[in-house]
T-cell receptor
Framework: GDSVTQMEGPVTLSEEAFLTINCTYTATGYPSLFWYVQYPGEGLQLLLKATKADDKGSNKGFEATYRKETTSFHLEKGSVQVSDSAVYFC????????????FGEGTQLTVNP | DVKVTQSSRYLVKRTGEKVFLECVQDMDHENMFWYRQDPGLGLRLIYFSYDVKMKEKGDIPEGYSVSREKKERFSLILESASTNQTSMYLCASSALQTEAFFGQGTRLTVV
């Protein structure tokens, strides 16, 4: 079945550091890929997405590129801020799964001033 | 602004009680979902609904049931709450093959 694997957390960085959160997937066909973010005390919100190979999703300084050859969708940001502290979830959706999303375990990011 | 509203942020219930978690969306979305969020396990799908009165089991339906009598409302029911159902419950909605919008979550504690 479909699955998403994220790097183990938690991740702790200093402000202005470079961020990478790894995400790899297993799916039938060509899935759409997503990063969701959950700020403390809130629900999830969509951060970015990519729907086909080599697409790059970007938002709020975050980027992720859909790599079919490595089945990966790693999240990056060049310079993190304290306000980026949150839990980040990688997710996928396939044509056969309809509107269902499969999520990874989530990665807790803490950015210290 | 799109909105998915869950009726309670925090709930404390006793073992064996029947528990209702309510979710309302104002976007006329066809699809609605109930997820459970536990540390280290991510989000796991309990049930989803793609239309009024239609439902499908997700990955962990045991011990849960759902009701969707109106398009905007999707209820999760714990028939007889147990301590292993202590968790964060997240409701979401989406149109067909589009992004999902989430509510703020209900943190349920079963004692």
């Amino acid at each position: 079945g479909d699955s998403v694997t994220q790097m183990e957390g938690p991740v702790t960085l200093s402000e202005e550091a470079f961020l990478t959160i790894n995400c790899t997937y297993t799916a039938t066909g060509y899935p759409s890929l997503f990063w969701y973010v959950q700020y403390p005390g809130e629900g999830l919100q969509l951060l970015l997405k990519a729907t086909k190979a080599d697409d790059k999703g970007s938002n709020k300084g975050f980027e992720a590129t859909y790599r079919k050859e490595t089945t990966s969708f790693h999240l990056e940001k060049g310079s993190v801020q304290v306000s980026d502290s949150a839990v980040y979830f990688c997710a996928l959706r396939t044509k056969t799964s309809g509107s269902r999303l499969t999520f990874g375990e989530g990665t807790q990011l803490t950015v210290n001033p | 602004d799109v909105k998915v509203t869950q009726s309670s942020r925090y709930l404390v219930k006793r073992t064996g009680e029947k528990v209702f978690l309510e979710c309302v969306q104002d976007m006329d979305h066809e699809n609605m979902f109930w997820y459970r969020q536990d540390p280290g396990l991510g989000l796991r799908l309990i049930y989803f609904s793609y239309d009024v009165k239609m439902k499908e089991k997700g990955d962990i339906p045991e011990g849960y049931s759902v009701s969707r009598e109106k398009k905007e409302r999707f209820s999760l029911i714990l028939e007889s709450a147990s301590t292993n159902q202590t968790s964060m419950y997240l409701c979401a909605s989406s149109a067909l093959q589009t992004e999902a919008f989430f509510g703020q979550g209900t943190r349920l504690t079963v004692v």
